[in-house]
């Protein structure tokens, strides 16, 4: 299959914000050919589209999300995170089927698709319907461990990575403090055994990051680190209460901080130094979180937290430059879930491209239409998004193998199932 994308605004993101004008992407077996100003050449396209001057750019990776907990929004809101989790989210989940999950997660990716979202880094309880529900809808995912049954998550490590290219998995946990020592320890060795990254919730809360220094002395960065948990990579999601060496094992092992400001609003969880991380040289990512925490996932409205609120922050309306926070959102979060082909718009890159309407009042005059994104734009501005070569939204039309409806009744009822 051949597709040709012309009359197009293109961001690459490949070296730099520079947009196209006048553009075009040729696109063959889900990879992309030619990326640049119409080349007028005389291949012969299946499929040609006029995107009539709108923005196409690579898609929003997020880098931290709970897809099967759609049926959970709007059940346990305005609590803090501990008596959310333990009161009101942990109970319920116990009551989740994996085929619920499944359905759960497929109307995530209905949000996903409709926000410009390409890929996403899940964390969930049952591995395999979530990778049936990602490879049923087209959906990109990685996901990461969270059980303590370690010899599972080396299951899923051999089965996900080489079931599809369209799914993978790594080592994880939930965090220090829901796994025991022994179980991280074990879980190091796993991780050496395949010299593979371990990603895990740190230092999201104040409470959390005392419990670890009251239980071993350190933090839950530096008692990771001891563990040898980072040899092979890996990161932290949340990163709201690093400590100064806490910053120096990311920066010296090259992990990544994995930023959910908006879950972190709702929950009063706090507000991450983005500045001093990004000033310490630290690679970062962007995610939503979960859909029963955040409560919507949306990119756009992620993005705009990060560098606003490290403004509000730091008292410097210049903190977090708003071109930086668009590279987290797409390069930063390909590059935190090791999907390094579909980073950018290049030549055998792969096609997971999203359509920005750029005639819309939100986002005219154009003047900066990368900053724009960031600090105006929208999810109502997403027209199109393509992943692996195929057109999953477009215009309001879901290309999932179902109409959206059905999902929407299914997950009504498990949510009432479970309330």
Known sequence: MKTRLYN???????????????????????????VGEGDGNSTVWDEEIDIKGNLLMPGFKDAHTHSGMTCLRSMADDLPLDRWLKEQIFPREAKLSGEDIYECTRLAILEYLSSGITAVFDMYLTPYTVADAMEDCGMRCVQVGATTDLAKQEEYFNKLNNRSPLTGYMFGYHAEYTFSEDILKELSLLSHKYKSPVFGHNSETASEVEGCIERHGCTPTEFADSLGLFDFGGGGYHCVYLSENDKRIFKDRGIWAVLNPGSNVKLASGIADTQSLLDCGIKLAIGTDGPASNNCLDMFREMFLVTGLSKLKNSDASSVDALKVLYMATAGGAGAMGLNDCDVLAPGKRADIIEIDLQSPNMQPVNNIPKNIVYSGSKSNIKMTMINGVIRYRDGVYNIGEEPSLIYDRVQKIAERIR
Not at 10 to 29: P, Q
């Open 8 to 34: 197009a605004r293109i961001l690459t993101m490949a070296d730099s914000f520079n947009v196209i004008e006048n553009g075009e992407i040729g696109i063959e077996d889900g990879r992309i050919l030619y």
